[in-house]
């Protein structure tokens, strides 16, 4: 491997962050750069305490790198909380001193549905209607669509590495 290749693949625990009102959804990496999986989803308080938990996270879990979730349009113009996350990308950058990114989820949140409703649907429990109320209140889907955009940044890191080789 050379070491222009070395260096550029992802090396640490990343974290991606599926930004909300709300609500934040978290995923975490394995220290190579290759698995994604859910991780918690937190219930927002304020900024100075959703930062202090994160910054213990990172601690915690010894992460590297963050990635924060984009919410675009599906023709990829900005959302109503696309500056929002921005903003907070740029505050969680500089309150932990490490690199944050921005990544597109476009149909992060539609995939995490879908991934839960077929979970739901294997499940020997409720069916049809029933399933989709009781998925709609009991699963939040915050992690899930964190560890969808962790995913595809991760491929997206790979694909490039590759490419300059």
């Avoid at 909300?20 to 995923?27: S, V």
């Avoid at 001193?97 to 539609?110: A, F, K, N, Q």
Wanted: glycine content about 6%.
């Amino acid at each position: 491997m050379s070491p222009t290749r070395a260096n550029s693949a992802p090396t640490g625990v990343i974290l991606a962050i599926d930004y909300g009102k709300k609500r934040l959804g978290l995923a975490l990496s394995d220290e190579a750069g290759v698995t994604a999986r859910p991780f918690a989803t937190w219930t927002r308080t304020n900024r100075r305490r959703d930062l202090a938990r994160l910054r213990d996270l990172v601690r915690q879990e010894n992460i590297r790198r963050i990635v924060v979730g984009l919410p675009l349009h599906l023709d990829g113009s900005p959302s109503e909380m696309s500056e929002e996350a921005k903003s907070f990308s740029e505050r969680v950058r500089k309150a932990l001193g490490i690199p944050v990114e921005l990544m597109d989820e476009r149909l992060s949140s539609w995939e995490a549905k879908q991934t839960i409703s077929a979970q739901v649907s294997r499940g020997p429990a409720l069916r049809g209607s029933q399933a989709r109320i009781a998925n709609k209140h009991k699963t939040p889907l915050d992690d899930v669509a964190a560890a969808i955009i962790l995913r595809d940044y991760l491929e997206r890191a790979r694909s490039r590495a590759g490419s300059r080789d």
